[in-house]
């Protein structure tokens, strides 16, 4: 496929767009986050049962990380479908077409489920590549200590010393090339499988192509999100401990289910922005004939609405 060349200043317009989210169909999108978030945490509680027990029962780190390495892969085979979900409901309310919460289930009632469950198993490789990059840099007796922190830490303890890698500085860029292609993989690769019907091979050649071609504008926006989220979250943690106060005086548990659900609404609040942003990023790379085109003011800019 062909790759659109993008201005960097498009970055502020994904971000806006996906902002303006909120406007088209709220009840589906949002309904569709919250409806992904309960899912994942679902999958992952009952998944993680064997590595939780064996802690419980004594066993050490190792042994639960035996356990938890399946419930792993298959949470890395499952997000790319429910994101595609969520794409798929960000794409019928965007066209103005009527569009469900549930709609999050789409791709295993339409097709590409599979090709999405094999896209998160190609970025779990990606991922491993890059830990053994990682793993190399930091040194041998870097990971040691990491276990036995790790380990200490699980125990409820404090460690008394962090553990530091031989590389820090070649290992942190290596990292952020990595987590570069890694997200470009996974958002440009769910809407090329799902909606312009490529297959793996194909879609990941062409989101690394798109990645390269506009990484200005790619990485400006993931900057722009990064920073808009560590914003938003430092907010919302002051709004949840004044609510859990305020709840508080009624009974703590009242406190502390408000302090949930005020994070509750940031995670999907930040789901939806991430994936709207992906979305419209490959909208506007590669071109969508499904999709209506995008509503401006009126003016030729796109504003922000919310």
Known sequence: MQVRKQPIGQAFAWIRQAINLGTRNPRAIFGASLLMMATLYLAVTVMMLPASM????????????????????????????????????????????????????????????????????????????????????????????????????????????????????????????????????????IPLILFSRLRLAEAVRAAVRAALANFSANFLAGLIFVGGALVLTVVSAGVALLAMGLGALLHPAVGNLLAVLVLIALGSVLLVVLTGAGYFAWRDTFGDDGAAAPQGRGDGRVGIEV
Do not use: C
Request: no cysteine.
């Open 54 to 189: 064996v802690l419980q029962s004594g066993g050490d780190i190792t042994a639960a990380l035996i356990w938890g390495a399946p419930a792993y892969v298959a949470m890395n085979l499952l997000l790319p479908v429910l994101m595609g979900g969520l794409m798929h409901v960000i794409r019928e309310a965007e066209a103005g077409r009527p569009v469900r919460a549930r709609d999050l289930f789409a791709p295993f009632r339409k097709g590409g489920a599979g090709q999405l469950g094999l896209l998160g198993g190609a970025q779990l490789l990606f991922g491993l590549l890059g830990s053994l990059i990682a793993a190399a840099l930091a040194g041998t007796e870097y990971w040691k200590d990491y276990l036995e922190v790790m380990r200490v830490a699980m125990g409820g303890a404090v460690p008394d010393v962090m553990p530091r890698p031989e590389h820090p500085g070649l290992m942190t860029l290596v990292q952020m090339a990595f987590n570069y292609f890694n997200f470009a993989l996974i958002l440009f690769g």
